[in-house]
């Protein structure tokens, strides 16, 4: 009866060995089907304890090296990630436009098709101001206005609307995005120079993003209106039996704090001070000092009026 057991035994043992066998070659497992192979082979050639214990390490070996051969030595087909581009508005340019006038450093005059000559106020950007009759001629002003002159005299311009924006301002003009005929953004151009500041009216528009970065560079390298001696008043050396004038120092930008709420329009000797700091922490879009009592972008008028 021990007998029949132990050849039942053997014989199921065999079987399992041979059915592990032929998986192993069916899914390409070598080193397992070598290590099957010399078992089967030991116990046909009915060798002693010693090769069955070869065998018995050989096959362990192998579990070993099978484990190392499917996690290790195949290499795993690299992904590829595609990534779509974020869209962005397309800006669909009009022109070219002969340049009638430059009126100051954010707004020009254009010949249109009909002959009709129309006012252009420049997105994004505010110039100091040098033609505002109610205004006097601001720090930098002049040097703005010869910048934009220098850039668009005699030169065809193209221009674009934003979506984002008012066809018109409230003085019924345009507000279009400047390009020149090889793509340069005059509006951007204008900022990054330091001719003039980025300026939000109302709402964000298609490249607010641009232009801060471009007017934060401009400060960081202190060019244009940034520079520490673009606004230095001449001194007039007094003559005799003339008495010498008191001139009471003007908030710079430089000094303008624009984190909280620390002025008002008796802060300033002049409206143009006023506005210069206005402009500077960031116009009607962060009026930090409730300068701006009617939100037209200027400032403290009826006070300078009335004193």
């Not at 590829?80 to 009638?100: D, E, H």
């Not at 065809?156 to 984002?164: E, F, I, R, S």
């Not at 939100?295 to 009826?302: A, F, H, Q, W």
Request: hydrophobic share 35%; aromatic share 10%.
């Amino acid at each position: 009866m021990f007998k029949s057991l132990n050849n039942l035994s053997q014989n199921l043992g065999m079987k399992i060995v041979v059915l592990v066998l032929i998986l192993a070659l069916t899914w390409k497992l070598w080193p397992l089907a070598i290590g099957v192979l010399v078992i089967v082979a030991g116990y046909k050639m009915k060798l002693g304890r010693i090769l069955y214990l070869l065998s018995l390490v050989v096959l362990l070996s192998s579990g070993y090296l099978e484990y190392w051969w499917i996690n290790y030595s195949r290499v795993e087909p690299q992904r590829i990630v595609r990534t779509t581009p974020t869209p962005t508005k397309s800006i669909t340019k009009q022109g070219p436009f002969k340049i009638f006038k430059v009126v100051d450093g954010d707004t020009i005059k254009v010949v249109l098709e009909n002959s009709e000559v129309k006012t252009v106020r420049l997105i994004g950007i505010n110039s100091p101001e040098t033609v505002d009759p109610r205004k006097p001629v601001e720090c930098f002003g002049k040097e703005a206005s010869e910048k934009l002159k220098s850039l668009l005299t005699d030169k065809p311009v193209y221009l674009a609307k934003d979506d984002t924006q008012s066809n018109e301002d409230k003085y019924g003009r345009w507000l279009r995005y400047v390009y020149l005929e090889d793509g340069t953004l005059i509006n951007k151009l204008m900022i990054s120079q330091g001719y003039a500041y980025e300026y939000t009216y109302d709402k964000p528009y298609e490249f607010q993003r641009e232009f801060k970065d471009a007017q934060a560079q401009a400060q960081r390298n202190k060019l244009g209106l940034w520079a520490p001696n673009a606004c230095v008043t001449p001194t007039v050396e007094p003559t005799k039996g003339t008495p010498t004038p008191q001139v009471t120092p003007a908030i710079s930008t430089v000094s303008c704090s624009c984190e909280s709420n620390l002025y008002n329009c008796s802060s300033f000797n002049s409206q143009q001070e006023a506005q210069t700091c206005f402009d500077y922490c960031g116009g009607v879009n962060n009026d930090i000092h409730k300068l701006d009592g009617n939100d037209d972008g200027i400032v403290c008028e009826d006070y300078f009026s009335n004193n």
